[in-house]
């Protein structure tokens, strides 16, 4: 299994990537934790008076008020009606069963209860019961009614919750296992894999029970599901011919529920994460493409005017810079994409104000962009030492091409102003034109001693 994650109590995930299948592989099982004392912070009043603060304010703002309310299944409906939800392997952004997955049909057919991380308030998780669902491992988000949902074509809600349930009482990756039998489904239907290949089964888009038998036998490694628990760049190696042109991946990283069709900030994101295909390596495109309270929120890093989508532009490219450098600056610090700006609740100053209340330091925004920037180039260093290069900062091939939804055209991603984009992101970072970093940005950056061999460029 190459998406296993790291899971705390049966329903909270470090997903991606696969580092559960990297603790497998160091023969670690798990890591348990007991404390005594306190942790004790800087300026106790003052973290008082933000989380007060927070618990006064969190309500009016409108994506974290949606959260709680209803969870990441209140963008099922709105990405359906901007014709941007993935569906069928990324073919379509338009799903006709995504009424039966949304947020509402939840509430109504098959919520349990609001759970959530320790003490957070907002409480954005909803557990699921009804029939054979065990709410004991919570319910699916966003990201996994998309995955095992439009993007398999199955608008069985207890189907999709129960394969929600099958990953997360596996530990896989949502996202992973959904895009890689959304491909073997593709796969299927396109005679790439016969019933010989699945042991009978139906693997076609739309049938939830091919798609719950499907995951079972992935999580143990069993029949096809040997094949689909290596991920989809694997399996389209094993399976040959067209099959890689179907893979949705960057650097071997399954594409999240987003089309960067129609958000070139999520194609800058998507090609160029260390981390492969990541939804929130920055910011998407479309609440900072009018006027208003989310635009507001960025001023503090000189971004003023809405933003076109699609376009992959200077002004597109300075945003994902730097909002990049802005959400890897949050992860260093550890809080929740779910609670900070600039969309959610915690202005950029905000953040700061906690970070100087639980630790004493006086950090601007300019640091914090120091330190998102830092680690971002970091991981650099170490892709390039493993042996990945500009070639790989790329997208499937498939969002190069257009798609058809709501009965209009969608092109696909420009492959010159992509190229172009880049070209413009390697030099903002201080990269050459290989997308190696120069040994004068490292010395900026106080890392010096990682200018070693061929990861640095002089
Ligand atoms: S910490 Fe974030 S993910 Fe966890 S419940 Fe709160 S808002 Fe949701």
Redo the contacts with the bound molecule.
Sequence with gaps: MRFACIVNELRHFVGRCGLGAVMGSKNLKAVAVRGTGKVGVADPEGLKGLNRWFMDSYRENPD?SG?SRYGTAQYINSQNETCQLPTRNFTTGFFEGAGRLSAEAIKEEVFAYD???YV??????KAVKGGDLDPDYGGPEYEGLGALGSLCGVSDLKAVAKANEICNSAGMDVISAGVTVAFAMECFEKGLLGREDTGGLDLRFGNGEALVKALEMTADAEGVGRLLSQGVARAAEEIGGRAKELAMHVKGLETPLHDPRRKGSLALAYSLSPTGADHLQGEHDHPFSKKGLYLERLAPLGINKPLVPESLDQEKVRFFVLTQRWNSAGNCIGI????RGPIRVLDLDKVAGYLKAVTGWDTSLEDLLTVGERAITMARLFNIREGFTASDDTLPERFFHHYEACGRVYGGVNREAFADALKRYYRLMGWDEEGVPEKKRLHELGIDEMATGECTSA
């Design positions: 974290v959260l759970y959530g991380c957070c308030p907002v409480k954005c998780k929740c994409n779910f609670a």
